[in-house]
């Protein structure tokens, strides 16, 4: 959601600052802009709606020059995606100017108040108000630092700023609180974005904002205050230990392709690096994870959360959990966590899981379980994250950066990643048998291998999403560890092919959904080797007597299956724990294909953003 890119130095910015929102588009965005100060001291500002080539040909046909300029991506929130609420916003005396990522909760109120003291407003967004509120304190007499630190306390609800001023033409103003933004540094040049991913190229001294941050870089020094206090913070640099972020496309189609076919090779990184090479005498290594072992022995209920399919990641780690240890494990919404009132306590453990780490509602779940004494221990992909940042312990999933605005390997890799934590919590707890899960240890070493079987039967799974493209709505069935995968199914395919899905529990059809069941209804039915496979079987025979298209994962081998299905897609015969893992990658590529015939614009998906920093 939102991006947000600004530089200061003794360097032209402009292609800087719109390079940087071309790394970020991939938060998700409707309308861009940018704002500098240009060599005569005033601010110019472009902003477009629609992708960045508009805000690019609106800069070829009225370039912009400047050392000190601000830029964003903007996911539309409050007011419609055009022109007039793209940011830059400016103040009615057009001193003063601003990027904003979050959203201001009391807006109403300050518009209110600024609508009484004559105040115009352009646009529609929650943003306008903090541009026009520092305008007023200043035109009270307070100096700029103190108008944006008097601004900013007035604020409700998430936000980072970024600002420039004509009065102070080589200084840039930064604030976090609630939304990601970094800052980096090189020696008289101060760069500011919402990952670091826009200079990485340039400086790896970084600071992560905290929670009520102010920068202040005035072109030849920094300062840190905290809002609250209004106080002198130290600013302490972490030096940036990671490879050039790879965003290349590596000769795929689109991102979404690539990370799907990433997937065996990040699935073994994360077997190696938790089970190291040793498949007989395999020993668990999970030295990230900063929570002493004394804390696993004495839990006595395990809460896990997170958004879409980092939620459906934890419904599967929730079996994991259950299965390994004898200890209550519930598994919640993020979005719904505080307001369901769990029974925190300090022998709770309470695991969000996240891509980004800086989804809103999981940050908040995060914020309210500590608040109640439980422990957080976060599983994340993006290190330094706030969410990472937020946690007493984190288990990082190492599947590099995803673009791809729809979820692929961040699910695969968070199972893996909760089903080998799962056994590593269960050890320490001396609940798990090693010699009776043995076999599933060493099954999850052919896992990888298992999963490029899987992504042979792209061709396939291509001709079979041909066929049944143009339905309007399909049904996905699974049981058990299955169940959240047929959730995530149904999710991939409403996201990117934009055809309306839902996932079932198999069990639950006859209580509602088979009522929908016609010819047209496509249900794609997981019925690979498990536990619950024969009552799958009579789930699907109902799908067959209601002339539904039965559209079945089977292991390979299984003839029962193939009898009745329409369309069968074969999937290696492997531990059911790891069935989960090949049957989502099956169900990515069903829905992969499902938007590639529609024409649909798959890695970039309408309305959605990838990272949701609003709640
Ligand atoms: C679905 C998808 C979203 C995210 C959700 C949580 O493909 O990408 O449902 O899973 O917004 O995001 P993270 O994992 O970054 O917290």
């Known amino acids: 959601m939102c991006g947000i890119v600004a530089y200061s130095g003794k360097k032209d910015c402009v292609d800087f600052l719109m390079n940087g929102l071309r790394l970020l588009e991939y938060r998700g965005y409707d309308s861009a802009g940018i704002a500098v100060v240009n060599p005569i001291g005033d601010i110019e500002i472009r902003k477009e709606c629609g992708m960045l080539h508009m805000l690019e040909k609106s800069l070829s046909n009225g370039p912009l020059q400047g050392k000190t300029g601000i830029a964003h991506t903007r996911w539309a929130t409050h007011g419609k995606p055009t022109q007039n609420n793209a940011h830059p916003h400016l103040s009615q005396d057009k001193k003063i100017c601003i990027v904003h990522n979050g959203i201001i909760e009391n807006h109403d109120v300050l518009r209110h108040e600024l609508k009484n003291a004559g105040i115009h407003f352009i646009s529609e967004t929650d943003t306008e108000v903090i541009p026009h509120l520092i305008a007023r304190y200043l035109s009270q007499g307070m100096s700029m630092k103190n108008a944006f630190m008097k601004t900013l306390s007035r604020l409700e609800g998430a936000f980072a700023i970024a600002m420039i001023a004509k009065d102070t033409p080589g200084t840039i103003y930064a604030a976090r609180k609630g939304s990601p933004l970094i800052a980096g540094f090189k020696d008289n040049e101060v760069f500011l974005a919402s990952d670091a991913s826009p200079f990485i190229t340039r400086t790896r001294e970084v600071l992560y904002l905290d929670e009520?941050?102010?920068?202040?870089?005035?072109?030849?020094?920094?300062?840190?205050?905290?809002?609250?206090?209004?106080?002198?913070?130290?600013?302490?640099?972490?030096?940036?230990?990671?490879?050039?972020?790879?965003?290349?496309?590596?000769?795929?189609?689109?991102?979404?392709?690539?990370?799907?076919?990433?997937?065996?090779?990040?699935?073994?990184?994360?077997?190696?690096?938790?089970?190291?090479?040793?498949?007989?005498?395999?020993?668990?290594?999970?030295?990230?994870?900063?929570?002493?072992?004394?804390?696993?022995?004495?839990?006595?209920?395990?809460?896990?959360?997170?958004?879409?399919?980092?939620?459906?990641?934890?419904?599967?780690?929730?079996?994991?959990?259950?299965?390994?240890?004898?200890?209550?494990?519930?598994?919640?919404?993020?979005?719904?966590?505080?307001?369901?009132?769990?029974?925190?306590?300090?022998?709770?453990?309470?695991?969000?899981?996240?891509?980004?780490?800086e989804t809103a509602d999981t940050l908040a779940s995060i914020l309210e379980a500590k608040k109640h004494g439980s422990t957080v221990l976060s599983v994340v992909n993006v290190l330094n994250s706030s969410i990472d940042r937020e946690s007493h312990g984190v288990v990082y999933t190492h599947a590099g950066p995803e673009i791809g605005v729809a979820s692929t390997k961040a699910l695969t890799s968070q199972v893996i990643t909760l089903l080998?934590?799962?056994?590593?919590?269960?050890?320490?707890?001396?609940?798990?048998?090693?010699?009776?899960?043995?076999?599933?240890?060493?099954?999850?070493?052919?896992?990888?291998?298992?999963?490029?079987?899987?992504?042979?039967?792209?061709?396939?799974?291509?001709?079979?999403?041909?066929?049944?493209?143009?339905?309007?709505?399909?049904?996905?069935?699974?049981?058990?560890?299955?169940?959240?995968?047929?959730?995530?199914?149904?999710?991939?395919?409403?996201?990117?092919?934009?055809?309306?899905?839902?996932?079932?529990?198999?069990?639950?059809?006859?209580?509602?959904?088979?009522?929908?069941?016609?010819?047209?209804?496509?249900?794609?039915?997981?019925?690979?080797?498990?536990?619950?496979?024969?009552?799958?079987?009579?789930?699907?025979?109902?799908?067959?007597?209601?002339?539904?298209?039965?559209?079945?994962?089977?292991?390979?081998?299984?003839?029962?299956v193939k009898s009745f299905s329409h369309e069968v897609i074969y999937i290696p015969e492997t531990a059911e724990e790891l069935s989960p893992i090949l049957n989502v990658i099956v169900l990515q590529m069903l829905a992969y294909y499902f938007a590639k015939h529609k024409g649909n614009q798959i890695d970039k998906p309408r309305n959605l953003a990838k990272s949701v920093t609003v709640e």
């Open 212 to 357: 009520g941050d102010v920068l202040i870089f005035n072109g030849t020094s920094s300062r840190l205050f905290n809002v609250s206090s209004g106080r002198n913070k130290k600013i302490r640099t972490t030096r940036l230990n990671i490879k050039n972020l790879s965003i290349g496309l590596g000769g795929h189609e689109s991102y979404t392709h690539k990370e799907i076919h990433e997937q065996p090779e990040i699935l073994k990184r994360i077997i190696r690096l938790r089970l190291g090479n040793n498949r007989n005498a395999f020993q668990m290594c999970f030295n990230d994870l900063k929570i002493p072992d004394d804390f696993f022995r004495s839990i006595d209920r395990i809460y896990i959360t997170g958004c879409g399919t980092a939620y459906h990641a934890g419904y599967i780690g929730k079996y994991y959990f259950e299965e390994f240890m004898d200890l209550p494990v519930e598994v919640m919404l993020s979005s719904e966590f505080r307001y369901a009132k769990p029974k925190l306590n300090k022998n709770n453990l309470v695991i969000a899981i996240s891509q980004s780490g």
């Open 420 to 560: 080998l934590l799962s056994i590593h919590i269960a050890q320490i707890r001396k609940e798990f048998k090693r010699k009776q899960k043995n076999p599933l240890l060493k099954e999850i070493f052919h896992l990888p291998s298992k999963v490029v079987k899987v992504l042979q039967a792209e061709k396939h799974i291509r001709s079979c999403a041909l066929k049944y493209h143009l339905a309007t709505s399909a049904l996905y069935l699974g049981r058990h560890l299955n169940f959240p995968v047929a959730m995530e199914g149904a999710l991939k395919n409403k996201e990117i092919s934009y055809m309306h899905a839902e996932g079932y529990a198999a069990g639950e059809m006859k209580h509602g959904p088979i009522a929908l069941i016609n010819k047209a209804l496509p249900v794609i039915c997981i019925c690979t080797a498990s536990k619950t496979y024969e009552k799958m079987i009579s789930n699907i025979k109902e799908v067959e007597a209601r002339e539904g298209i039965i559209i079945s994962l089977a292991t390979e081998g299984d003839e029962q």
